[in-house]
């Protein structure tokens, strides 16, 4: 169940949650396209679960998900591109339950070494994010759709 | 004419609005890319304008909104091909009469099913946002510029 | 050293910020992107400094900053091509000294008359902000990097 946003007070708490989503996907993007996937993980709660558009099943828990993108990340050095993440258009709605339900427009731009680049895929993303003892946000559930394939 | 803002709680306030901007314009291009046009034309005032750089003459109001949306959506359904508008680098500025003056950077991105992404059109989308009775955010006013047609 | 950020209070003070950053390069951008080089040349410091990835030596200065502009505008012109800078993804981290490091991804979107878009660079951009007298923000020091030549 989303909440109501009706007063001043209200929304400056929105305007701070806001604020700290799009801070959030910004640093978790910048450690998922330099290839940290250790830090990356951290970025999730420790059962969090990623389900990608590419994988057969979603990928679940911290070493499973560093391990992922340390994978790509080899591969794409292999291939001499850099890819960047871009979540855009993001729409932040609290749930009673504390936890954040986040859509957004995910843009992947590839660039060959040398070259010019391009937009490789284009999605829609589904977080669930919630907070650790710290108040620091991690992503709970993440699951992602490719505008290719409808 | 444009607000001064100085202090730290016009700063705040600032904040406020800048925060709900963004989530309007999440929510309202969401709509629009999935074809929900009577949702996406009441985002709009009921005398709502949108002069778009394609269109003949300016569409007005709600009912011939949400009927562009709807038969750009069935076309682009029967061609396979999914967009996404993307209002980015949002510069808002509030007025004296309490509208807010939008001017941000709109990008659309193609994908073709089973095909690659392209930016099928960069724009630059000048807004007028006006509050209904219950503080909600509606355009009053859209006009959109295309950079291949300078 | 960056700031640790604990509190509602310091929250509220973050999401302050955010907003600040993202209107001021919306505004900062568009001044590039329109040609407007002496506005844009005031959105840095007077000692601002821009190191581009493209440029053999940093240019510094307001005088050197806008004379840049201008004239890779009037190549664009002559060419026929309008350029869109979008900073995306940014990451502000409030400094000990009170500037700012943000870093964030850079897109450039090109546009030839009668033609269509393209991704044409793909960077990261990171930026010393400070503030003014007056508590503007402006540009102390830009570092570009192109993903195209790592």
């Not at 290839?35 to 990928?59: K, L, Q």
């Not at 954040?100 to 999605?123: D, F, K, N, W």
């Not at 994010?129 to 394939?149: K, N, S, Y």
């Amino acid at each position: 169940m989303t909440v109501q946003i009706d007063n001043a007070a209200d929304r400056t708490a929105f305007a701070r949650v806001y604020a700290e989503v799009q801070q959030f996907y910004a640093r978790h993007m910048y450690l998922l396209d330099s290839g940290a996937g250790r830090e990356w993980a951290e970025t999730f709660t420790s059962d969090g679960v990623f389900a990608p558009p590419s994988a057969p099943r979603p990928i679940a828990g911290r070493a499973a998900l560093a391990a992922g993108v340390e994978q790509a990340h080899a591969e794409l050095r292999e291939k001499g591109e850099q890819h960047r993440h871009l979540l855009l258009s993001v729409d932040v709605r609290p749930q009673m339950d504390g936890s954040l339900a986040v859509r957004s427009y995910a843009q992947i731009i590839a660039t060959p070494r040398g070259g010019e680049p391009r937009v490789h895929l284009m999605c829609v993303t589904h977080d669930v994010l919630v907070r650790d003892a710290d108040g620091r946000l991690l992503v709970r559930h993440r699951r992602v759709t490719r505008d290719d394939r409808p």
